[in-house]
């Protein structure tokens, strides 16, 4: 089966420490995305790939960083200089040809620090 | 920088009836892309319906259908004959047209809050 796969689905983490979140596609999609989701604010981006081996900061970039080094992977690094990282994340990702893409979800992954 | 406000932290409807929620956005575009995004307690995105904004005619998908005012900038989500498998959270989202977001910055979603909706049987 096609699809987006996050892992873990759970996962805490103590103050002070980085922690990596795995997003995968099987999808052949060329562009990826990572959201983070807070009660009441809806969805905010973090960062996005549209091609392997090139990245851009979205709207809340600081304290986090990416790696795009595979066309089907994109993990989101939660580094200690985030002052408030417990919320959902969701990964995205969608063809890069089609004019206004779909963007398809993974399951997402709450982060809790503890 | 675009915005999307969704007005109605909560909404609450009768299984078989019609629903509205609504959407306003802020931008300096003139062309590019209007979202309604469903997250059901699953919390799966799933896309309900999308619109393109140099496109006239209103997007309809089953039970589905928007309200698209570009002059108004207001892009309403009506669930007709609802179900209890519409209780989600509705997230409204606006995306640059390719052409104007240049190099590889497009593909940009920019969400609203969200509407919590239930549906009562």
Request: glycine share 6%; aromatic share 12%; hydrophobic share 30%.
């Amino acid at each position: 089966d096609g699809g987006i796969t996050q892992s873990p689905k759970y996962l805490f983490r103590k103050e002070g420490q980085n922690v990596t979140l795995s997003c995968e596609q099987n999808l052949n999609h060329d562009a990826m995305y990572w959201y983070r989701q807070d009660p009441g604010q809806g969805l905010r981006l973090i960062y996005y790939s549209q091609i392997v081996n090139d990245f851009q900061k979205g709207d809340i970039a600081e304290g986090y960083s990416v790696s795009r080094e595979k066309k089907e992977s994109f993990p989101l690094t939660v580094t200690s200089a985030q002052k408030n990282p417990t919320a959902f994340y969701l990964c995205a990702s969608s063809p890069r040809q089609v004019a206004y893409n779909e963007q398809f979800f993974g399951p997402g992954t709450r982060l809790t620090v503890l | 920088a675009q915005t999307v406000t969704q007005s109605q932290p909560e909404m609450s409807v009768q299984e078989a009836e019609t629903v509205t929620l609504s959407c306003t956005y802020d931008t300096s575009e003139n062309n590019y892309y209007l979202f309604w995004y469903k997250q059901p307690p699953s919390r799966q995105m799933i896309l309900v319906i999308r619109q393109e904004a140099y496109k006239q005619q209103n997007a309809t998908e089953n039970r589905f259908s928007v309200n698209f005012q570009k002059a108004a900038k207001s892009f309403s989500l009506k669930i007709s004959d609802s179900q209890l498998g519409d209780t989600a959270m509705y997230f409204c989202a606006f995306m640059k047209h390719p052409a104007n977001a240049g190099g590889t910055s497009y593909g940009k979603l920019t969400f609203g809050q969200g509407t919590i909706l239930t549906v009562h049987p």
